[in-house]
C-alpha cells in the first residue's frame, strides 16, 4: 500500500520524481548524477522530498509494468541522443527532458493523488484530484485514494462523501464501501457510511452498485438512492431528495418527518459532545426541519420549541434532551 502522504509543494515533488525516475532508468550519466547531488544537498526540503518519492516508487513495484514501453522509448531516444556526436547540449536536455515528462508525469501525480484523507468532526475536505475529479469530505470521514495506471479507488472507511467524476472509460472510477462498489458511469454521487450500512443516492449521471450478495448490481439514475449492508441483499430502490442529502456541503441538515434519535446522531457527527435522550419512547419523535450543522445550541433549541422536549445540559461534553414537564438536571 502506498505511504501516506504529506502535501509539499507541487514543483518540489514533481522534480524528486523526475530524480528518482532518472535514477531507476539505468540511463543516468556521471554529469546528470553529480546535478542530482547539488540538488539533492541545496535544502533539506529537497531530501525529505527524494525520501518520500523513493519510498513511493518502491512501493509501487509491479505497477511499473504499465508504463514500461514508454520509459523504454524514452530511454532509447535519451541514448540516441547522447551518441549522436554532433548534437549539441540544448539537444541532450531537450532529450533528457523528453525522458522525463514521460516517465515521471505519472509517478507524480499518482504521488499527490494517493494518500489517506481525514476530517474531524466539525471538518471538510475538498480533494482535486489529479484527472479533474473531485470529492468533498463531510464531517468525522475517511477516505483513502488509490490510483494507478489503469484504475481509479477510493475507499470509504467512513463517513460520507461527494464524488464529482471525470469520466475516463480507460480508467474507471470506483468508490468501496463496508463491502460494495460503487461504479462511476459519467456522474456525481453522495456516499454515506455508517458501520456497516451505505446509502449511495445519484445527482447527475449513473452509478452501477454490487457486492457480494449482489453480483448482478444496480444500477442507479439521478435521484435515485440505494441502501445496501455488507454482503446483504440491496433494499429497494427510492426515490431521493438530492437537495436534501447533499445539504452539508452548505452547512445544513435537512429532514422530513424523521425520528428523533436519528436527527441527533446525525448532529452528533458535527460535535465533540455526547448527545442522548433520556426517555426511549422521545426517540420516536418526528423532526422536520432545516438546521445548521455549525451551531448546536440553535439546531436543539429549534428542536425542543417543536417538540415536548427541553434541553438538559449534563456538565462538559454532555448534552440530553428530556421530556418537557421532566427534571432538567440530574
Known amino acids: 500500500m502506498p505511504p501516506s502522504i504529506s502535501k509539499r509543494p507541487a514543483g518540489l515533488h514533481e522534480e524528486a520524481s523526475q530524480w528518482v525516475t532518472l535514477l531507476h532508468s539505468g540511463t543516468a550519466t556521471a554529469a546528470q548524477r553529480r546535478a542530482f547531488a547539488r540538488w539533492l544537498n ?11 518519492v523513493e519510498t513511493f516508487w518502491r512501493s509501487l513495484g509491479p505497477l511499473r509494468r504499465d508504463v514500461q514501453p514508454e520509459l523504454t522509448a524514452a530511454r532509447a531516444y535519451l541514448r540516441q541522443a547522447q551518441c ?3 548534437l549539441f547540449r540544448p539537444g541532450l536536455a531537450l532529450a533528457a527532458s523528453f525522458l522525463l515528462a514521460v516517465a515521471a508525469t505519472p ?6 493523488d494517493n494518500g489517506v484523507y481525514r476530517t474531524a468532526k466539525g471538518e471538510q475536505a475538498h480533494i482535486v484530484l489529479s484527472d479533474g475529479s473531485r470529492i468533498d469530505l463531510n464531517t468525522d470521514s475517511e477516505l483513502r485514494v488509490v490510483y494507478t495506471w489503469s484504475a481509479r479507488v477510493a ?3 467512513r463517513g460520507e462523501a461527494l464524488f464529482t467524476v471525470r469520466h475516463d472509460e480507460a480508467k474507471p ?11 462511476d458511469v459519467g456522474t456525481q454521487f453522495n456516499v454515506y457510511r455508517q458501520g456497516d450500512r451505505v446509502a449511495v443516492t445519484v445527482l447527475e449521471g449513473e452509478v452501477s452498485v454490487d457486492n457480494a450478495a449482489n453480483r448482478d448490481g444496480q444500477l442507479l439514475h439521478p435521484g435515485m438512492q440505494l441502501t445496501y449492508r455488507a454482503d446483504d441483499r440491496f433494499g429497494l ?7 436534501s442529502a447533499t445539504a452539508w456541503r452548505d452547512g445544513r441538515l435537512v429532514f422530513k418527518s424523521r425520528p ?7 448532529l452528533g457527527r458535527y460535535h465533540t459532545v455526547d448527545l442522548a435522550l433520556d426517555d426511549a419512547s422521545l426517540k420516536h419523535l418526528k423532526v422536520s426541519g432545516s438546521f445548521p450543522t455549525g451551531d448546536l445550541d440553535l439546531a436543539l433549541n429549534t428542536i425542543a420549541a417543536g417538540l415536548p422536549v427541553k434541553v438538559a445540559r449534563r456538565g462538559a461534553g454532555q448534552v440530553a434532551l428530556v421530556p418537557a414537564d421532566g427534571p432538567t438536571q440530574r
Do not use: M, P
Open 84 to 86: 549522436r556526436r554532433r
Open 155 to 157: 475507499v470509504l472507511a
Open 260 to 266: 428523533l434519535d436519528e436527527v441527533l446522531a446525525q
Open 173 to 183: 472510477f470506483a468508490v468501496e464501501a463496508a463491502g460494495g462498489r460503487i461504479r
Open 42 to 52: 541545496a535544502d533539506e526540503s529537497h531530501r525529505r522530498a527524494y525520501r518520500e
Open 107 to 112: 509517478l507524480w501525480r499518482l504521488w499527490f
Open 237 to 243: 430502490v427510492e426515490a431521493a431528495d438530492t437537495a
